[in-house]
Each structure stands twice: as C-alpha cells, then as structure tokens.
C-alpha cells in the first residue's frame, strides 16, 4: 500500500514564505512525476507544479518565479518552497505522485492535503 503524506502548512502573512513537503512510503518500486495541487475555498483543484523524476519542474503561471518543487530521490519526498505568499494562495495544498507500486500496477497517489492559510 502506498501513501503520500504532507507538512509544512500553517498560518503566514503575506510576503511570507513557507516549505512543504510530502513523503511517500509503502510498498514503492518507481516514482514518476511529482507535483502539487491546491484547492481554494469554493474553487476548484488546480495544479501548481509538477517536477519529473529526473528533476524537471513545471510552474503554473500565477506561482511562477515564488515558489520552488524540488524532489529528494533517495527520501520519496517532494518539497515545495513558496516565498512572498499571497491571500489568494489561501489553499489546502496537495501532493501527487504517479507511482509503480510493487504489488500493483502504475497510478496516480494523493495526499490528505496541507492547509496554508493566511494571517490579517
């Protein structure tokens, strides 16, 4: 069985910064990409980054020269790191991967999500 877990959320001001991470553990036997999603109150899920497993990342315009994916191969862990945050990216963050997993076949893993919130 497979699972992603995050930390690193928690309450900041605005032009703050924060680093969260997602550790994946189980019963792994290949990471593919990597990413994070995030949901707004009353939105919808959207994509953030995502990083390949040979250390390429991808940006959504709106993070975009803020915020940082990288990847520890050798942990199972992808980080990101978001710096001068805003209100808007008020969110539940969640981490992705699409994993092979011993016992199964290849499919996309979530985590339970990590909430970044904003303090006034």
């Known amino acids: 069985q497979v699972q992603l877990v995050e930390s690193g959320g928690g309450l900041v001001q605005a032009g703050g910064s924060l680093r969260l991470s997602c550790a994946a553990s189980?019963?792994?036997?290949?990471?593919?990409?990597m990413g994070w999603y995030r949901q707004a109150p009353g939105k919808q899920r959207e994509l953030v980054a995502t990083?390949?497993?040979?250390?390429?990342?991808n940006y959504q315009g709106f993070v975009k020269g803020r915020f940082t994916i990288s990847r520890d191969n050798a942990k199972d862990m992808v980080y990101l790191q978001m710096n001068s945050l805003k209100p808007e990216d008020t969110s539940v963050y969640y981490c992705y991967a699409n994993i092979g997993a011993r016992d199964s076949y290849t499919m996309n893993y979530w985590g339970k999500g990590t909430l970044v919130t904003f303090s006034s």
């Open positions: 990083i390949t497993s040979g250390g390429l990342p």
């Open positions: 189980g019963s792994i036997a290949s990471i593919n990409a």
